[in-house]
Nanobody, 117 residues
Framework: QVQLVESGGGSVQPGGSLRLSCAAS????????MAWYRQTPGKERQLVAS???????LYADSVKGRFTISRDNAENTLFLQMNNLKPEDTATYHC???????????WGQGTQVSVSS
């Protein structure tokens, strides 16, 4: 079983920065995709950025050039560096790990990000 725990959310003004962390524990496959999704009330969860076990990254157009996804393999931790935050980035951010071999998806509980002046 995989457990994901997010941290790092908070409230910032437009133009500010936050760094989200997702600590993964348990049995983690060597072939996986880790990602950040975000969700606002009444809307579907949307992909923000993903990072495969092979190092391939993918970003939503709305965050390209502002957000950076990375990981610390030694600590089994996924990060999302968010710069130049905008009010439309306000959402609950969820960490996801997709085990490619087992075709299983694991989710964290989410961390809230609020951007307002």
């Amino acid at each position: 079983q995989v457990q994901l725990v997010e941290s790092g959310g908070g409230s910032v003004q437009p133009g500010g920065s936050l760094r989200l962390s997702c600590a993964a524990s348990g049995t983690i496959s060597s072939l996986y995709i880790m990602a950040w999704y975000r969700q606002t009330p009444g809307k579907e969860r949307q992909l923000v950025a993903s990072l495969s076990s092979g190092g391939t990254t993918l970003y939503a157009d709305s965050v390209k050039g502002r957000f950076t996804i990375s990981r610390d393999n030694a600590e089994n931790t996924l990060f999302l560096q968010m710069n130049n935050l905008k009010p439309e980035d306000t959402a609950t951010y969820h960490c996801n790990l997709f085990d490619v071999r087992a075709e299983l998806s694991h989710w964290g509980q989410g961390t809230q990000v609020s951007v307002s002046s």
